[in-house]
C-alpha cells in the first residue's frame, strides 16, 4: 500500500503536466466489484464513487447546509496554516491522497514556504485534470506531478526535479474514517514509508458529535447525497457492463452510535437479480449492501490509531466547535 519513490512507469504529457496513469482496469473493479458482493453482508468499495460525475456530487455535497464538513475543515486551515508552515518547514514535496478539487490544497501550497512538487494522487482523472489545471495556474513555481491511481494500493511517487529537503502527506477532509480500523492502520503505515524519517503528515479527522447532526449531514433534504451513491451503480453499469437498475435500489446513512461511524447502505427495494460479467448476483427485497463507512474519532482514539501505525500526534487543532480535527503526525521515536 505504500507509496513508493522509483521512476515512474506510463506517464503522458497533457497541457504539460506528466501525469501517470495507473487506473484500475475494467477487469480489475469487476474482480473487486464481485469479490464484495460475495461477502455477507454485500459489500461494495467507495472508491468507485469518484468518476468525473461522482466528483462533481461531492463537490455539490459539500456547499449543502447540512454537510459542515468542508466548511468547517477550510476555515480551520486557513486558521492554522502558519503553524503548519512553520511545523513543516520549506521546500517539502507535498503528497496528496484523493486529492478532489484542491480547495483545501489551495490554502495549504499557499501557506508552504517553497514548496518542490505537489503529487497528487486521485481516482477520478477527470478531478485530478481540473485541479491540477488550477493549481498549476495560482502556483507557477511548484512542479505538478499527478498520479491517477487507487492510493489504497502501491503507487509510484514521481521524482521531483528539485530535490525537496521532506516529503508532507496530505490526507484532509474525513477519508481516513472510511476504512475499518485495520485498514486505516494499514493506510498511516504506509503514510508513515511515504514520509520518511524526516517527513510529517497533516491529517483532517470529523470528531464524534450529536446523532442529529451526523445523520442530516449524511441524508441532505436536497437529496444529492442519495445521487452521488447511486452513481455508484452508473459508473459501474457503464464501465465492467453490469446492469443495477437505479430506480431498484435507494441511499439510507445511519450514525451507529456504538461503533461511533455513519454506515451508508444501498437498499434493494424488490427480489432481483443483477449481471456482472458472467455472473448474476441475487438481491432480497430490503437487503443492505454496505458502499461507505465514515468513522468519527475523538483525541484518545485517533491518538491510539497513528501510535498503531508507528506515529504520533505532534500539533493538534481543532475548529471552534470540535466539529472537526486537523493533525500532525510524526514518526514516532522508537
Given amino acids: 500500500m505504500a507509496v513508493q519513490r522509483h521512476s515512474p512507469g506510463a506517464r503522458s504529457v497533457i497541457a504539460g503536466t506528466a501525469l501517470t496513469d495507473l487506473r484500475p482496469t475494467p477487469a480489475a473493479i469487476e474482480r473487486e466489484v464481485l469479490a464484495g458482493l460475495a461477502r455477507d453482508p454485500k459489500r461494495l468499495p467507495s472508491k468507485y464513487f469518484y468518476d468525473g460525475r461522482g466528483s462533481e456530487l461531492f463537490e455539490a455535497i459539500t456547499r449543502q447546509p447540512e454537510y459542515y464538513l468542508t466548511r468547517v475543515e477550510i476555515g480551520l486551515l486557513e486558521a492554522c496554516a502558519p503553524e503548519i508552515a512553520q511545523a513543516v518547514g520549506p ?41 491540477v489545471a488550477v493549481l498549476g495556474a495560482r502556483h507557477a513555481a ?49 503514510m508513515r514509508a511515504t514520509m520518511g524519517d524526516d517527513g510529517a503528515a497533516i491529517i483532517g479527522i470529523d470528531l464524534v458529535k450529536p446523532k442529529p447532526i451526523l445523520d442530516a449531514a449524511y441524508n441532505d433534504a436536497s437529496g444529492i447525497t ?12 457503464r464501465e465492467i457492463g453490469s446492469d443495477f437498475q437505479l430506480n431498484a435500489f435507494e441511499h439510507r ?6 461503533r461511533s461511524r455513519i454506515e451508508t447502505h444501498l437498499v434493494s427495494l424488490a427480489d432481483q437479480a443483477v449481471r456482472i460479467g ?57
Wanted: charged letters at 20%; hydrophobic letters at 45%; a negative charge.
Fill in 91 to 131: 521546500r517539502t514535496h507535498v503528497v496528496e491522497y484523493g486529492s478532489g478539487s484542491g480547495r483545501k490544497t489551495d490554502v495549504l501550497l499557499d501557506a508552504l514556504d517553497d514548496v518542490v512538487a505537489y503529487t497528487p494522487i486521485e481516482i477520478s482523472r477527470s478531478a485530478l485534470l481540473e485541479s
Fill in 253 to 258: 446513512a445511519d450514525y451507529v452510535v456504538a
Fill in 142 to 190: 511548484v512542479e505538478m506531478l499527478p498520479v491517477c491511481a487507487d492510493f489504497t494500493h502501491a503507487v509510484t511517487l514521481p521524482r521531483s526535479t528539485r530535490p525537496a529537503a521532506r516529503t508532507l502527506v496530505f490526507f484532509p477532509g474525513s477519508t481516513l474514517g472510511n476504512f475499518e480500523s485495520s485498514d486505516a492502520v494499514a493506510l498511516l503505515h504506509a
Fill in 278 to 334: 458472467a455472473q448474476e448476483v441475487a438481491f432480497a427485497e430490503g437487503e443492505e449492501v454496505l458502499v461507505e463507512l465514515s468513522h468519527k474519532y475523538t483525541d484518545d482514539s485517533f491518538d491510539a490509531l497513528a501510535r498503531s501505525a508507528g506515529l504520533r500526534t505532534a500539533r493538534a487543532w481543532n475548529d471552534p466547535t470540535d466539529a472537526f480535527g486537523l493533525r500532525l503526525l510524526t514518526r514516532a521515536p522508537p
Fill in 226 to 237: 442519495a445521487e452521488f451513491t447511486l452513481n455508484l451503480l452508473a459508473r459501474l453499469n
